[in-house]
Nanobody, 120 residues
Framework: QVQLVESGGGLVQAGGSLRLSCAAS????????MGWYRQAPGKQRELVAT???????NYADSVKGRFTISRDNPKNTVYLQMNSLKPEDTAVYYC??????????????WGQGTQVTVSS
C-alpha cells in the first residue's frame, strides 16, 4: 500500500524559504513522476512542479526561478525548495506520485498535504 507523507510546511515571512519533503512508502518501484500541487482557499488545486524519473522538470510560471523540485529515486522521495516566498504562495501543498501501468494506464497517489503560510 503506497503512502505519501509530506513535511516541511510552516509559517514564513515574505522573502523567506522553506523546503518541503515527500516520502513515499509501500512501493518497490520508482514512480514515473512525482510532483507538488497546491490549493489556496477558494481556489482550485494547481500544479506547482513535477519531475520525472529521468529528471525532467516542469514548473508553473508563477514559481519559475524561485522553486526547485528534486527527487531521490532510491528513496522515492521528492523535495521542493521554495525560495523568495510570496504571500500568494500560501496554500496547502500536496505531494503527488504517478506510476504508469501498461500502456495508457496510471495510478495516482496523493499525500495529506502540508500547510505553507507566507506572511507579508
Amino acid at each position: 500500500q503506497v503512502q505519501l507523507v509530506e513535511s516541511g510546511g510552516g509559517l514564513v515571512q515574505a522573502g523567506g524559504s522553506l523546503r518541503l519533503s515527500c516520502a513515499a512508502s509501500g512501493s518497490t518501484s520508482s514512480f514515473n513522476a512525482m510532483g507538488w500541487y497546491r490549493q489556496a482557499p477558494g481556489k482550485q488545486r494547481e500544479l506547482v512542479a513535477t519531475i520525472s524519473s529521468s529528471g525532467t522538470t516542469n514548473y508553473a510560471d508563477s514559481v519559475k526561478g524561485r522553486f526547485t523540485i528534486s527527487r531521490d529515486n532510491p528513496k522515492n522521495t521528492v523535495y521542493l525548495q521554495m525560495n523568495s516566498l510570496k504571500p500568494e504562495d500560501t496554500a496547502v501543498y500536496y505531494c503527488n506520485a504517478v506510476l504508469w501501468i501498461g500502456w495508457g494506464g496510471e495510478r495516482n497517489y496523493w499525500g495529506q498535504g502540508t500547510q505553507v503560510t507566507v506572511s507579508s
